[in-house]
C-alpha cells in the first residue's frame, strides 16, 4: 500500500476502484425505470441513511448520492433518518422492500433490532449493503456485504500512537460517539486492547459527535481533575475539536499540555492539527462510493461478493504531515 513520507498506514482489505457501468449492464439489472425515453433502464437503490450529523456523515452519504447517479445507471432513493431514529429507518426500509427495489443501502443508526427486516429482504432477494456501521448480532447470512473502514484497526493504532508519547504513563479521558452503536463499541475495544496500562483512564463519557457537548463535557473532567489530565482519545473530530476549546478556555495549551487524538480526517482536524491544536489525527475514509456500486453490481448479477470488505485509511501524527495533506483534502 502507498505510504506518505510522515503518514502511518492502516492496512485493510481494499476493494477499490472505479467502475464504468456500460449500457448493457444497466439493462441487464431487470430493475429501475427507463428515463427520458432514452432506452437506459435504471437500477433502483435505496439509501437508508443516517442523515446529518457532521462533516464526516455529510462527506460519506454525498459520495454515495454521487456515484450512485443517473449517469452511472443507478435511481438513488434518499432516505435520512428522522432525528437518527431507528424506527424511520424501519419504515424506510420496509418501503423500498415494498417498492421491490434492486438493492439497499443500509448505514444503521442502532447496531441492533435488524434481523426481521433483514430477513424480509432475503426473502424478497433483495441483496442489502451496509455502509460504515455494522450490526449486532452480526449474522453475516442476513447481509450481501459491509463496506467500512477498520475501526479497530484505526482505534489500536491511536492506542499505539499514545504508547509511544507517554512511556512513562499519564491521565487519559475518553469521549465516545453515542452509546449502543457499533462504531463506538469498536473503536473502544480496539483502544482498550492496545493502550498500555501506565497510562490510566479517568473518565469514559459520551459527548455524542458534537463539538458543544464535548466542550461542555471536558470542561467538567478538568475541573474535576485539577487539570490533571494529559491525554484526550476523541472518538470523531467534532469532539476532540471541543476538546481543545475546553483545554484553551481553562489557559492550557492543546497539544502541549494535553495531547487530544480524533478520528476522522475532516479538512478541519487537519487545519487543526497543522495549527498544533491536536495531536493525532486517524483518517475514517468516507469516500467509498465506488466500492460499493462495485458490490451491488455483483450482488445483483449473483457473482459472489466479499462478505467485509474494509476501506484504507491513513493516520497523521504531525503538522507537517497534516499540511502536506490538506490541500487534496475533499472532505
Known amino acids: 500500500m502507498f505510504k506518505a513520507p510522515r503518514f502511518r498506514s492502516i492496512a485493510g482489505l481494499a476493494l477499490v476502484g472505479a467502475v464504468a457501468l456500460s449500457l448493457s449492464a444497466c439493462s441487464a439489472s431487470g430493475g429501475g425505470d427507463d428515463k427520458a425515453g432514452d432506452g437506459k ?23 454515495i448520492q454521487d456515484s450512485f447517479s443517473e449517469e452511472n445507471g443507478f435511481e438513488l432513493k434518499y432516505a435520512p433518518a428522522t432525528n437518527g431514529d431507528q424506527n424511520s429507518q424501519i419504515t424506510a426500509f420496509t418501503s423500498f422492500i415494498d417498492e421491490d427495489v434492486d438493492a439497499i443501502l443500509l448505514s444503521a443508526t442502532e447496531a441492533t433490532g435488524w434481523e426481521s427486516i433483514l430477513e424480509r429482504a432475503k426473502e424478497a432477494e433483495i441483496p442489502v449493503v451496509l455502509l460504515d456501521r455494522g450490526i ?17 484497526g484505526i482505534s489500536a493504532s491511536a492506542a499505539e500512537w499514545a504508547n509511544e508519547q507517554f512511556p512513562d504513563g499519564g491521565n487519559y479521558v475518553v469521549l465516545e460517539g453515542p452509546p449502543g452503536l457499533s462504531v463506538v463499541n469498536d473503536r473502544n ?5 492496545k493502550i498500555d496500562s501506565k497510562l490510566t483512564k ?25 487539570n490533571n489530565v494529559q491525554l484526550v482519545f ?10 481543545a476549546l475546553a483545554v484553551e478556555e481553562a489557559g ?70 497534516a499540511t502536506t495533506a490538506l490541500p487534496d483534502r475533499k472532505y
Do not use: C
Open 189 to 193: 475495544k480496539g483502544w482498550d486492547e
Open 202 to 226: 479517568l473518565e469514559s463519557q459520551s459527548a455524542n459527535w458534537s463539538t458543544e457537548e464535548a466542550k461542555s463535557v471536558f470542561e467538567t473532567i478538568l475541573k474535576a481533575n485539577n
Open 136 to 152: 449486532e448480532p452480526n449474522d453475516t447470512k442476513l447481509y450481501t456485504s459491509h463496506i467500512a473502514p477498520d475501526n479497530v
Open 234 to 243: 476523541a472518538q470523531n473530530d467534532e469532539m476532540g475539536l471541543g476538546a
Open 252 to 321: 492550557l495549551k492543546p497539544g502541549t499540555d494535553v495531547k487530544i487524538i480524533t478520528i476522522d480526517g475532516t479538512k478541519a482536524a487537519l487545519e487543526a492539527l497543522a495549527a498544533g491544536r491536536l495531536s493525532f489525527v486517524a483518517e475514517y475514509n468516507p469516500l467509498f462510493g465506488d466500492t460499493a456500486i462495485d458490490v451491488v453490481n455483483k450482488a445483483i448479477a449473483g457473482d459472489k461478493v466479499e462478505s467485509d470488505i474494509v476501506v484504507p485509511s491513513v493516520t497523521f501524527d504531525s503538522p507537517e504531515a
Open 41 to 63: 433502464d435504471l437500477t433502483t437503490i435505496g439509501f437508508v441513511a443516517v442523515g446529518p450529523e457532521g462533516g464526516w456523515r455529510t462527506a460519506n452519504e454525498k459520495n
